[in-house]
């Protein structure tokens, strides 16, 4: 795990707080573009409001983000805004999960962090949820131009004997 570029402690003992609002600096976008592997990170900022059930800690909330990241066919840098829910619970201990064992969550259930009890660092959550929202694989505005310019055929064209004649009529 990397540093934490984005650390963003909350105290929840006795009791969490209602709310808070998260806004990352300069010096902490740019550590996190790096982490997340794009161009940059212009802002990220996440609301979230925190619920207690029994020893663990509910946070849901909104991430918001305008990244500029490469596309995967041009490698041109684009804009993309990310706007994100929020739904993560934060818990004292985590089931042991054998190390070839895959775990797999339902879109509904929220994600879970373990946490020592007392305090969390809702910035990392952050920092990981926008992680897993970036796309590596965005294809920007002029993804089809590059395709073309490299003689990459459309995957979604028809293709087979009925699609050339097709073709063949169009022509005429």
Known sequence: MSAAEFSRIVKVRPH???STTLE???EERAALAHRVGVTAIEALSAELSFTPEGDAIVATGTLAADVIQPCA???EDFAVHLKEPLHLRFVRALSPVAADEEIELADDEPDEIEFDGEIIDVGEAVAQSLALAVDPYAMGPDADAA????GIE???AP???LAEGLA???KT
């Open 73 to 75: 066919v041009s490698g």
């Open 24 to 26: 990352a600096n300069d």
């Open 16 to 18: 969490p707080p209602q």
């Open 147 to 150: 395709r073309r310019a490299a």
């Open 154 to 156: 459309d995957e979604s």
């Open 168 to 170: 063949a009529l169009r």
């Open 159 to 161: 293709r087979g004997p």
